[in-house]
């Protein structure tokens, strides 16, 4: 069974930064696309950032700010968050593919076959 769990998210102030993290089970990111999404109260889930085939999506709102990391051996994906934004605040969410795919490099969680249960990050102004 493949299980995706959360950790990292909290209350920081905005300008700050978190780091969250992604721990697999039953699964690796070899071949496989892997992504965070986030979805803010009231809006629809958005990819924040997407890998698939070497390439990584960003949404243009965390250019610059957030990055995507991985340790395999410890089979943990990681989003680094700096200078942290009151809009960055949503609930956070791990998803992984099967497979590698088009749709997560344009931020789109179609075909993403595994979901975290999300962190909450809360930036405040």
């Known amino acids: 069974e493949v299980q995706l769990v959360e950790s990292g998210g909290g209350l920081v102030q905005a300008g700050g930064s978190l780091r969250l993290s992604c721990a697999a089970s039953?699964?690796?990111?070899?071949?496989?696309?892997i992504g965070w999404f986030r979805q803010a109260p009231g809006k629809e889930r958005e990819g924040v950032i997407c890998?698939?085939?070497?390439?990584?999506y960003y949404a243009d709102s965390v250019k610059g700010r957030f990055t995507i990391s991985s340790d395999n051996a410890k089979k943990t994906v990681y989003l680094q968050m700096n200078s942290l934004k009151p809009e960055d605040t949503a609930g956070y969410y791990c998803?992984?593919?099967?497979?590698?795919?088009?749709?997560?490099?344009?931020?789109?969680?179609?075909?993403?076959?595994?979901w975290g249960k999300g962190t909450l990050v809360t930036v405040s102004s």
């Open positions: 890998s698939s085939d070497g390439s990584t």
């Open positions: 039953g699964f690796t990111f070899d071949d496989h696309a």
């Open positions: 998803a992984a593919a099967r497979s590698s795919s088009s749709w997560c490099l344009a931020g789109d969680d179609y075909g993403m076959d595994y």
